[in-house]
């Protein structure tokens, strides 16, 4: 079966962020504040890996 | 003789605290265990449903797309100390590190990235799965609610 990276990047950081989600710190919580952490860490996932890929661009080819 | 109202109400007389909830501290050994066998069964068995499922769910996602990617699952006994690390990582995902063969009936296959990716997300799902295990020994433990 074959996947593309980015879905395949989505994919992992989408499950990981939502593990993250239930070990969230002590400080937070409730529902709401677990499930902000969760969707703060896949944004910082997704963010973090476009930014790294783009700073790579020049050094690609 | 009974104690009046009044008896109660002095200091020296006063009901003790409401008995707090028996340590269930015995347990937490096994419910790591079952977290550990079935990812979520530990947080089940503890009354966390929804920890549980996501868990569950988070652990069987990693495994089964890391194992329809083709990645590789580390065999117990590896020269290679790289390998022994990803045997303990894979080990670590339970019930989908023995049902791994299922999937992969042709084996691995890293010639190519989407096979490399396949290794992590096996990998990771048993990291996930080990801080699920730590975390629902800690909340049976009682140093964690």
């Avoid at chain 2, 007389?13 to 550990?36: C, D, G, M, N, T």
């Avoid at chain 2, 063969?101 to 990235?113: I, Q």
Wanted: glycine share 10%; with cysteine; proline share 7%.
């Amino acid at each position: 079966m074959h996947f593309s990276h980015f879905l395949m990047m989505v994919a992992f950081a989408l499950l990981v962020s939502a593990a993250l989600g239930c070990l969230a710190p002590p400080g937070r919580r409730t529902s709401r504040e677990r499930i902000k952490y969760a969707v703060w860490s896949f944004a910082l996932f997704l963010g973090i890996a476009v930014g790294v890929a783009w700073l790579m661009y020049p050094f690609s080819r | 003789m009974t104690v009046t109202e009044t008896q109660v109400n002095e200091p020296g007389l006063q009901e003790s605290p409401p008995p707090q909830a028996p340590k269930r501290h015995y347990i937490a050994p096994f419910v790591a265990l079952a977290a550990w066998i079935l990812p979520g069964s530990g947080h089940l068995l503890l009354g966390r449903w929804g920890r549980a499922l996501t868990f569950f769910l988070v652990v069987s996602g990693l495994a089964i797309t890391g194992f329809l990617a083709k990645g590789q699952v580390f065999p117990p006994h590896s020269d290679d100390p790289f390998g022994t690390l990803g045997f303990l990582a894979d080990a670590c995902s339970g019930v989908f590190f023995v049902l791994a063969h299922l999937f992969e009936k042709t084996g691995p296959d890293v010639s190519r990235a989407t096979g490399d990716y396949g290794t992590r997300f096996v990998a990771a799902a048993g990291i996930v799965n080990l801080l699920s295990v730590l975390d629902a020994f800690r909340i049976a433990a009682g140093s964690k609610t």
